[in-house]
């Protein structure tokens, strides 16, 4: 028997070579939702010894894609702006959670929080809006 829809979904979305790249991994993924977490190391911080808001954006981002192509069609965001809380440091796991909020036609609101694991506390909090496209990386056999 082969794969499950949700199954070829996750697969897709974990083969994010800039994810890979960065030693991010989508932990859970499920329609509309997405937990995405990243060690900081040595090379992801910046001159004041603190992770690099690059980084930190980047792994939102992450959460942001996972969580809103995780239906298996295709979006694109539109809109993404971050407020930077708490600065973490080289060892720190960072966690970011994606959650589906609101949805108008073919845009989507997200809210994304990155927490740091070892104190709980938020480091980054974004809401950002996606638009999905017509087309399918995994097609969909209930609609046409």
Same mark, same amino acid.
């Given at each position: 028997?082969?794969?499950?829809r949700e199954?070829? #979904?996750?697969d897709? #979305?974990?083969?994010?070579?800039?994810?890979?790249?960065?030693?991010?991994?989508?932990?859970?993924?499920k329609?509309?939702?997405?937990?995405?977490?990243?060690?900081?190391?040595?090379d992801?911080?910046?001159?004041? +010894? #603190?992770?690099?808001? +690059?980084?930190?954006?980047?792994?939102?981002?992450?959460?942001?894609?996972?969580?809103?192509?995780?239906? +298996?069609?295709t979006?694109?965001?539109?809109n993404?702006?971050?407020?930077?809380?708490?600065?973490?440091?080289?060892?720190?796991?960072l966690i970011?959670?994606?959650?589906?909020?609101?949805?108008? +036609?073919?845009?989507?609101?997200?809210?994304i929080?990155?927490?740091?694991?070892?104190?709980?506390?938020?480091v980054?909090?974004?809401?950002?809006? /996606?638009y999905?496209?017509?087309?399918?990386? /995994?097609?969909?056999?209930? /609609?046409?």
């Open positions: 028997m082969g794969k499950s199954e070829k #979904i996750n897709y #979305i974990q083969l994010d070579p800039f994810a890979q790249f960065l030693g991010a991994k989508v932990e859970l993924l329609p509309g939702h997405s937990r995405v977490t990243l060690t900081i190391n040595d992801m911080i910046n001159f004041h +010894g #603190i992770t690099h808001g +690059g980084v930190v954006f980047s792994l939102g981002d992450m959460a942001f894609a996972a969580a809103s192509n995780s239906y +298996g069609q979006a694109v965001a539109l993404v702006g971050i407020n930077f809380l708490q600065a973490t440091k080289s060892g720190d796991r970011a959670e994606a959650i589906e909020q609101s949805q108008s +036609g073919p845009m989507v609101l997200y809210d929080s990155i927490k740091n694991d070892r104190t709980g506390e938020i980054a909090k974004s809401h950002d809006l /996606v999905r496209k017509k087309e399918w990386f /995994v097609p969909n056999n209930d /609609v046409s």
